[in-house]
T-cell receptor, first 105, second 115 residues
Framework: GIQVEQSPPDLILQEGANSTLRCNFSDSVNNLQWFHQNPWGQLINLFYIPSGTKQNGRLSATTVATERYSLLYISSSQTTDSGVYFCAGTNDMRFGAGTRLTVKP | GAVVSQHPSWVICKSGTSVKIECRSLDFQATTMFWYRQFPKQSLMLMATSNEGSKATYEQGVEKDKFLINHASLTLSTLTVTSAHPEDSSFYIC???????????FGSGTRLTVV
């Protein structure tokens, strides 16, 4: 299966700061999704993004398929953004190890 | 949008018993569903791909006789943990997709505790 590498593994921010999370793939993926897992375990779909850039409020994502990576941008972070962020290629839906984000008030 | 319902949300069972977890696509048909398990502070580990009307495809190292998957209809897949042991205690979660060109939606997960 495709190997998924996420960085950084942990990130601590002060409320209001911006951040960039990265997802690298070992092989080409047809499509890619970013998820946020909240403290109750629910996985929330953030972006379904095969290529290009999408924005949704304070979040945006960019996928460069030819270079096998995707970036998730969080601007003006809030405490409710805390949790674990995962990416997965929809070829086989294998997940990276995730980035654990903690936003402090 | 696509909604995936998973039941139960949590279950406690005794060692040696079996537990069934249901995953339903509420407003769409899903020929493929995925089952994962997640240990505390770890990522989601893909266990198997559930295919409607055929046998599930299990990941390497996952015991198919212990984790029985049945995908008997286009809206329901079940995972049965047979002869459960404390080491099977984990968070189990399923996902499904509307199809090609759409992303995957996850159920709310099932927290299994085997005592």
């Amino acid at each position: 299966g495709i190997q998924v590498e996420q960085s950084p593994p942990d990130l601590i921010l002060q409320e209001g700061a911006n951040s960039t999370l990265r997802c690298n793939f070992s092989d080409s993926v047809n499509n890619l999704q970013w998820f946020h897992q909240n403290p109750w375990g629910q996985l929330i779909n953030l972006f379904y993004i095969p290529s290009g850039t999408k924005q949704n409020g304070r979040l945006s994502a960019t996928t460069v398929a030819t270079e096998r990576y995707s970036l998730l941008y969080i601007s003006s972070s809030q405490t409710t953004d805390s949790g674990v962020y995962f990416c997965a290629g929809t070829n086989d839906m294998r997940f990276g190890a995730g980035t654990r984000l903690t936003v402090k008030p | 949008g696509a909604v995936v319902s998973q039941h139960p949300s949590w279950v406690i069972c005794k060692s040696g018993t079996s537990v069934k977890i249901e995953c339903r696509s509420l407003d769409f048909q899903a020929t493929t569903m995925f089952w994962y398990r997640q240990f505390p502070k770890q990522s989601l580990m893909l266990m198997a791909t559930s295919n409607e009307g055929s046998k599930a495809t299990y990941e390497q190292g996952v015991e198919k006789d212990k984790f029985l998957i049945n995908h008997a209809s286009l809206t329901l897949s079940t995972l049965t943990v047979t002869s459960a042991h404390p080491e099977d205690s984990s968070f189990y979660i399923c996902s499904a997709s509307l199809g090609s060109g759409y992303g995957y939606t996850f159920g709310s997960g099932t927290r299994l505790t085997v005592v």
